[in-house]
């Protein structure tokens, strides 16, 4: 590993490495070309992994059949729809990797509203000690605007329920992607 990790991403996994164990359930609610999705299954029992385009359910796809991947099952369906395939309450991490998939549609991207009432599904029904992961691209117009809802919404969490934590790059140029983890607690 580099000094220390400088992206969002990088420290999303530093962190989720410490968090999971072997007998986790855990969620990737935006699957784009498997990588979350990939480094979640190597770790927790059982992934779900969830995205709106085809073309990244068969990345995802791809990239576990490469890695001989067993225990994930891939949903073409909007993560607001998250309860439908899985007790909200039953998982143990939720990985959320805003915006747009990396070498597609730059145009089909998360967006607040569907990302805010996702979120606070989860959040109503996340149990004690389960831990919600998200990487934030506010370099973009609508990561711009999804960036500023999340900023009122984490800052709005009632500290006794939830534990926040935010890490940015602050000398790096261009609105840098964050990287901020809910906890339950
Ligand atoms: C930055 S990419 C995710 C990267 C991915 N985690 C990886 O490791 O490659 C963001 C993904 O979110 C997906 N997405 C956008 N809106 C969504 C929604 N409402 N539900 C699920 N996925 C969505 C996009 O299609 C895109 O593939």
């Given at each position: 590993m580099e000094v220390m990790p400088?992206?969002?991403?990088?420290?999303?996994?530093?962190v989720l490495e410490n968090f999971l164990k072997k007998d986790h359930l855990a969620v990737d609610l935006t699957a784009g070309n498997g990588k979350d999705t990939l480094f979640l299954a190597r770790r927790a029992s059982?992934?779900?992994?969830?995205?709106?385009?085809?073309?990244?359910?068969d990345k995802t796809e791809a990239l576990l059949k490469k890695e001989a991947i067993k225990n994930a099952e891939l949903i073409l369906d909007s993560h607001e729809n998250v309860s439908r395939y899985v007790e909200l309450s039953e998982v143990d991490a939720f990985v959320m990797n805003l915006g747009y998939l990396p070498g597609g549609d730059k145009e089909i991207t998360t967006t607040?509203?569907?990302?805010?009432?996702?979120?606070?599904?989860?959040?109503?029904?996340?149990?004690?000690?389960?831990?919600?992961?998200?990487?934030?691209?506010?370099?973009?117009?609508?990561?711009k605007v999804e960036s500023e809802g999340m900023e009122a919404l984490i800052g709005a969490l009632d500290q006794k329920a939830y534990k926040v934590v935010k890490i940015t790059f602050p000398n790096q140029n261009h609105c840098p992607p964050y990287w901020v983890g809910i906890a339950r607690c």
């Open positions: 400088t992206s969002a991403v990088a420290w999303s996994h530093v059982r992934v779900l992994a969830m995205d709106i385009q085809q073309a990244a359910m607040w509203p569907a990302t805010k009432r996702t979120l606070n599904a989860i959040l109503a029904n996340m149990k004690f000690g389960a831990l919600i992961s998200l990487a934030i691209y506010p370099g973009h117009d609508a990561g």
